[in-house]
C-alpha cells in the first residue's frame, strides 16, 4: 500500500482550510438595511429613535428582519432591496417631521464607506469652452467670416479680426449659434479681440451636467461593487 509523506498530508490539509476560509463569505447573501445616524453632537440616536423607527415601518406596513440599537445608530434589516427603499422613505418622513434630514450618500455597513461628490467647476467650464472654441471656428469658416484666429484663454474664447465689419458680422453668428455666450469686443493694436463669455445661467446647467454624469459613474460603480443600503443621518 503506498503512502505519502506527512508533509504532503500537511500541505493538503492547509489548503483545504485556506479554501474554506475563501468561500465562506459565498455562504451569506446581501443584507439590505437602512441605518439612521445622528451627524451632529447636540441630536442623539437613543431607544425612542427605535421606537419612532419601527412606528413608522408598522404604518408602512413594512416588517423589517429586525431592527437594532447599537448605542450609536439603529439598523433595520430587511429581506430584498425592494422593502429597503420603501422603509427608507417611510423612516426618512418620519425623521424629517422631527428635524432631522436626510443623507442620500450610500453606505456599505460591512465596509463603513462614505461617498461624497464634487464637481471641479473651473476643470467643467474649461472643458466646454475648449468645445465652444472649436464649434466657433466651424461656424465662422461656414459663414465666410474671416478671422485672425480662435483661442481659449480660460474659460473664455478669444476671436481677432482686422476690420469692424468682419468683427459686426462674427458678432451675429455667435449671437444666433452659441446663446450661452456673452460677447465683449474690444480694440487691440491695429486689430479687434472679440470674447465669448460663458453666461452664469450656462455655467450651472454646465455644472449640474457634470455633477449628474458623477452621480451616474458613481452609481454604476456601486452596483458594480455591490453595495446597496441607503443611510439617512441626522
Request: hydrophobic fraction near 45%; aromatic fraction near 6%; avoid cysteine.
Amino acid at each position: 500500500m503506498n503512502r505519502y509523506p506527512v508533509w504532503k498530508y500537511a500541505v493538503i490539509l492547509i489548503v483545504l482550510l485556506v479554501s474554506v476560509l475563501f468561500t465562506l463569505p459565498n455562504f451569506f447573501g446581501e443584507a439590505p438595511a437602512v441605518q439612521v445616524s445622528s451627524a451632529k453632537s447636540n441630536v442623539k440616536v437613543d431607544s425612542a429613535t427605535q421606537l419612532k423607527i419601527e412606528e413608522a415601518l408598522k404604518a408602512a406596513g413594512l416588517t423589517p428582519d429586525g431592527v437594532t440599537f447599537d448605542g450609536k445608530s439603529v439598523k433595520a434589516l430587511f429581506k430584498d432591496t425592494g422593502t429597503q427603499l420603501e422603509a427608507k422613505d417611510a423612516i426618512q418622513k418620519s425623521l424629517v417631521a422631527l428635524g432631522a434630514a436626510p443623507m442620500y450618500l450610500g453606505l456599505d455597513l460591512r465596509g463603513g464607506v462614505h461617498v461624497m461628490l464634487q464637481v471641479d467647476m473651473a476643470a467643467a467650464l474649461t472643458k466646454k469652452a475648449e468645445s465652444l472654441t472649436g464649434d466657433i471656428r466651424s461656424a465662422l469658416r461656414e459663414k465666410n467670416t474671416r478671422h485672425g484666429g480662435v483661442s481659449r484663454s480660460g474659460s473664455n474664447i478669444e476671436v481677432r479680426f482686422r476690420d469692424q465689419e468682419t468683427l459686426a458680422s462674427a458678432k451675429r453668428v455667435i449671437a444666433d449659434q452659441f446663446p450661452e455666450l456673452t460677447v465683449t469686443d474690444a480694440p487691440e493694436g491695429t486689430e479687434y479681440k472679440l470674447t465669448g463669455a460663458i453666461k452664469p445661467e450656462a455655467a450651472l446647467k454646465i455644472q449640474d451636467q457634470a455633477l449628474k454624469q458623477n452621480i451616474v459613474t458613481l452609481h454604476n460603480r456601486i452596483n458594480e461593487l455591490g453595495v446597496a443600503e441607503p443611510v439617512i443621518q441626522q
